[in-house]
């Protein structure tokens, strides 16, 4: 059995190195590496993929949530609901713009519980941010349905999941944003760190671009306070050639997913967390639940096989912000940071190493 790893990036990337290789030679000859034509094509690409108008690439997936809340107007005293269970990248964007993030628990699929949602709105809040969580999707329906009612905004937290859909449409294009992560474990992602907006709305759009880059209408022109998050023409470039493929590598991990489930299905003791339409999502991470999660772990690390918890801590939790969010009411969401657990999931993985894993679950939990 080939060596197992949770993530093979050096493999993946000999898969469409002479494409990469062209990709960075343009860039280099080009002698333009910030804000140019790489970035714009990029940009059109992944917006027409999508499915919407506009894209702006900033430089990380945090900073392209911060940048929506500013460009939203959302700031010191106002109040964003979002979810506990997620990278603590979600809740740093609220903070950053001097809001105030209101967690909701999850469900036991892990998304933010749409039926809590409205029990939290007060005056100050201005918006609701869901995470579609491990690509699967948010009850953003629901979700959309509830910030139009009390008009707030929709921030959708797209990071982990670039091509996942529901109900036939893209995940991301739902709210009045969508914010990416291109961070390399992403199913869409750079060689390092890398993020994009997007929205339907051409002035929310123009404001994102300027605060972007320093704020700047035009050159050396600031009508507002900025930031410095510009995508680089070598990682769009880069991006661009994988975004070709995006579809396909979801197909693949969509199919070593659905041979997980075929061979876990079923296991007292274990359950998988799964989406209600099972092919809506990207499977950026395969994830299952169970009480005896660290036991298992460590008994699957014996057989040469990788684990990670995503994630391990609440977001209040965490201990920058358990002195003012310890006390949150979330019992779902902390009994699920005990009991999630992520397999290995990614395209370069064989269905022999898949059905290996799979045995070797079945054989702890004692069915043969």
Known sequence: MPEIKFNDFSKEAELRLAEYDKAFKRVLNSGWYILGEEVKKFEEEFSKYLGIKYCIGVGNGLEALQISLMALGIGKDDEVITTPLSAVATAL????????????DTNQEAQINADLIEKVITKKTKAIMPVHLYGQPAEIDKIKEICKRHNLF?????????????????LGTYGDVGCFSFYPTKNLGAFGDAGAIVTNNKKIAAICAEIRDYGQESKYVHIRYGLNSRLDELH????????????????????????YIEKLEGIKGLQIILPKKWNDSDFHQFVIKTSKRDELREFLARKGIPTLIHFPVS??????????????????????????????CHIMMSIDQIDYISKEISNYFGKK
Request: aromatic share 6%; net charge positive.
């Open 236 to 259: 769009a470039a880069l991006l661009k050639v994988k975004l070709k493929y995006l579809d396909k590598d979801n197909e693949k991990k969509r199919k070593i997913a659905k041979r």
């Open 154 to 170: 929709l921030i959708e937290d797209t990071a982990q999941a670039h091509g996942s859909t529901y109900k036939g449409r893209k």
């Open 315 to 344: 977001i209040p939790d965490q201990p920058f912000l358990s002195k003012d969010y310890g006390k949150v009411k979330i019992p779902v969401c902390r009994e699920l940071v005990k009991s999630v657990l992520s397999l290995p």
């Open 93 to 104: 964007s609220i903070i950053a713009v001097g809001a105030k993030p209101v967690f909701v």
